[in-house]
């Protein structure tokens, strides 16, 4: 989306989207019923190199880390964080695991979790609500191209709608969106039958034979839940819930990294003018 483009710029860090094969996107076309709506992104007043960017996340948060581990001022360490290390209502630290298993601890005077929609420590620092109310089935085109390279699709089709993106100069991200009480199972073939016979006929036709090879590709299909939940934090001295952890969205709208991205320049001019984080309480009730 473009504004988590907007908010890379605000943080100086436009150019983590460099050198990672990103695709600049100007908007998505609805179709349905044989007819097709384009939706622009409102850029009129903005530079034009202000776009969407549609990218492989694992790069882009790769290139974020190296960013983050350039600065003197940052020591990067890699684990795995196990839980929230308390006392006395105050969270201090983590408990982690390094890459080897070994048992380790972290202490700072504030702890900022965002660990994603599917967070294991979300729990002591909010009220989880949690709605699937549908799952995506993904896979990866290769060989296509969209009607315009700089615009998604929505297939707005039953029984699922479907929407297609590109990730790179090659590949095109296609997610079929599935009720969560009719998932087909992938292991017995019946996500693929599904694929083949419900969607696949739906689809634009430039798209058709590289979806139907995508499915037949052995393990190209990934399931992942939709998940709704609204932000319910409850303030703890020490720590801040941010990002996906704290508040989700179905992922059909693209708004994730948008919103984490906001997050962060919401945080960081929050705490710039703080000196000291030392006193918990006051920094919590501060933020």
Known sequence: MPGGYLKLIELGLEDCVDEIDTVRILGYVLYKDGKDAPISFPLEKYQSHVAGRNLHNGRFVQRLRNKAASLRSVSLEQGTVTSLIEEKGTVRGVHYKDESGQPLTAYAPLTIV?????????????????????????????NCKLPDENYGAIILAEPSPVVFYPISSTEIRCLVDIPSQHVPSVSDGEMAHYLKTLVAPKVLPEMYT??????????????????????????????????????SRHAMTGGGM??????????????????NLSNASAVCKYL
């Open 114 to 142: 965002c660990d994603g929609c599917f967070s294991n420590l979300r729990r002591s620092l909010c009220n989880p609500k949690v709605d699937i109310p549908s799952y995506f089935a993904g896979l990866v085109l290769t």
């Open 210 to 247: 590289a979806l139907i090879a995508a499915i037949d590709k052995k393990d190209s299909i990934r399931i992942t839940p939709n998940k709704i939940m609204a932000a319910d934090p409850h303030p703890t001295p020490g720590a801040l819930l941010i990002g996906d952890a704290v508040n």
């Open 258 to 275: 948008t919103v984490a991205l906001s997050d962060v320049v919401l945080l960081r001019d929050l705490i710039r003018p703080l000196h």
